[in-house]
């Protein structure tokens, strides 16, 4: 049976944060600690609306042919998280409860996946606007693991207007990792390799945009 949890500041009503806890069977019990440790995972974000996002744990996660595993390491690549969109679920790796700093980058990460989700196309071409322009000013680096290996995977025809695939990947991932850097507060990460005028340029961008409220 899958349990629910709702933090204070779930309740229904409008504008509120709209994010709620659900374990799976593989991790029948998230006590307390876990509950607030994602809970203050989430202090700091705009104010977040939407339907709920449901958050579980699993062990040892591998992504495999286009898959999800867990505990089984020997398939697939190991990663931290995932997020499935419809089904408005993001799976965490159990491990990473013994990372505080790195859970809440994750989580922040995970979460910017639905907001980019709703963010509507003005918005995603004005933050694409921001990387063209740092493309043009041979701006290197990224703010994540996902957005430099995404950048890495360009070609040039890839930043041609029209053009897509990569391009819109990497945009996404760029967009998550931003949104990680600038919300969780971290410290230095040999992660964040952008130059830092071009950081600022971004957190601006993510100040002002989402000043009110996000849609997730
Ligand atoms: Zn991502």
């Given at each position: 049976m899958?349990?629910t949890?709702?933090?204070?500041?779930?309740?229904?009503s409008?504008?509120q944060?709209?994010?709620?806890?659900v374990s799976?069977?593989a991790n029948?019990?998230l006590?307390?600690k876990?509950h607030?440790?994602?809970h203050?995972?989430?202090?700091g974000l705009p104010?977040?609306?939407?339907?709920?996002?449901?958050?579980?744990?699993r062990?040892?996660l591998?992504?495999?042919?286009g898959?999800l595993l867990?505990?089984?390491?020997e398939?697939?690549?190991s990663?931290h998280?995932?997020?499935?969109i419809?089904?408005?679920?993001?799976?965490?790796?159990?491990e990473?409860?013994?990372?505080?700093?790195?859970?809440?980058?994750?989580?922040i990460?995970?979460?910017f996946?639905?907001v980019?989700a709703?963010l509507g196309?003005?918005?995603?071409?004005?933050?694409?606007?921001?990387?063209?322009h740092?493309?043009k000013?041979r701006a290197?680096?990224?703010?994540g693991?996902?957005?430099?290996?995404?950048?890495?995977?360009?070609l040039p025809s890839?930043r041609l207007?029209g053009n897509?695939?990569?391009?819109?990947d990497?945009a996404c991932?760029?967009?998550?990792d931003t949104?990680?850097w600038v919300?969780?507060?971290?410290s230095?990460?040999?992660?964040?390799?952008?130059a830092r005028r071009?950081?600022?340029?971004r957190?601006t961008w993510?100040?002002?945009t989402f000043?009110?409220c996000c849609?997730c």
């Amino acid at each position: 049976m899958l349990r629910t949890f709702q933090p204070q500041t779930s309740r229904r009503s409008k504008g509120q944060l709209l994010v709620s806890l659900v374990s799976p069977k593989a991790n029948p019990r998230l006590n307390k600690k876990t509950h607030l440790q994602l809970h203050q995972s989430l202090v700091g974000l705009p104010e977040l609306t939407g339907r709920r996002i449901f958050i579980g744990f699993r062990p040892r996660l591998t992504a495999h042919r286009g898959q999800l595993l867990s505990g089984r390491p020997e398939h697939g690549a190991s990663v931290h998280a995932a997020c499935f969109i419809r089904k408005r679920e993001i799976v965490l790796e159990t491990e990473l409860l013994s990372r505080p700093e790195l859970l809440r980058r994750i989580l922040i990460h995970e979460i910017f996946h639905f907001v980019w989700a709703r963010l509507g196309n003005q918005f995603r071409h004005q933050f694409a606007e921001l990387l063209i322009h740092e493309h043009k000013n041979r701006a290197k680096g990224e703010l994540g693991e996902s957005s430099s290996l995404k950048k890495s995977l360009l070609l040039p025809s890839d930043r041609l207007p029209g053009n897509p695939h990569r391009w819109r990947d990497y945009a996404c991932e760029s967009f998550c990792d931003t949104a990680a850097w600038v919300y969780a507060g971290l410290s230095e990460d040999g992660a964040f390799t952008l130059a830092r005028r071009w950081r600022q340029h971004r957190k601006t961008w993510f100040q002002v945009t989402f000043a009110n409220c996000c849609k997730c």
